[in-house]
């Protein structure tokens, strides 16, 4: 085989090589999409269970000192009765020391940390969710070759918009208007 022959070959192996770099970069850029898009997905999916998970925890947390109260005021009304009668005491004068049921203020401390703590736990999960995007769009999406490359094969193929956190509208209009107020505790 001449010069030109081993040329000739040298550029077609070349040539081939490059092809197959080509394809396995495109092949790894195309599983690093799938695979992020896959976890924006199920963190936004793990948010809204979280903030399910701390509605029901309140609400059911929430329900024990209606219960409480109820139970209280129905043993109380009972032991009144057991001890004067349906109609209560027709004493003028009563000269007793009664022991009163109360209703316990730790029930609703109770209810406060659990709001506290889901509240904190939702927080992190939202901000799981708001860096997963952040690399996603900046680090792959958003890069020269890398983006350019994952835009060609069609990505995102969600849409990023729709996975965003949950906020409030005191929050949104805070942030589009850029005046907020003190907050009012009563």
């Known amino acids: 085989m001449g010069t030109l022959g081993k040329v000739v070959t040298g550029a077609f192996v070349g040539l081939v090589a490059l092809v197959i770099v080509a394809v396995v ?7 690093t999409c799938i695979t992020n898009e896959a976890a924006i997905k199920a963190q936004y999916a ?14 059911e947390t929430a329900q024990v000192p209606t ?15 057991t001890r004067y009668g349906k109609g209560g005491s027709k004493a003028v004068f009563q000269f007793l ?15 406060q ?3 506290e703590s889901g509240r904190i736990d939702f927080e992190s999960k939202q901000a799981s969710l708001i860096d997963r995007k952040r690399v996603y769009e900046s680090e792959i999406l958003k890069t020269a070759v890398t983006g350019s490359i994952a835009k060609a094969m069609g990505f995102p193929k969600i849409d ?13 209009a805070a942030f589009e208007s850029k005046k907020t107020e ?4 009563r």
């Open 160 to 172: 990023l918009e729709k996975l965003g956190i949950v906020t409030s509208e005191t929050t949104t």
């Open 25 to 31: 970069s495109a092949i790894g850029i195309y599983n």
């Open 97 to 111: 020391r009664e022991h009163n049921p109360t209703l316990d203020a730790g029930l609703y401390k109770q209810v």
């Open 46 to 59: 793990e948010n809204q269970n979280n903030y399910d998970k701390l509605f029901k925890m309140v609400a």
């Open 182 to 185: 003190p907050f009012k505790i």
């Open 67 to 81: 219960m409480y109260a109820k139970d209280l005021k129905d043993l109380y009304v009972s032991t009144t009765q």
């Open 113 to 115: 940390q659990v709001i």
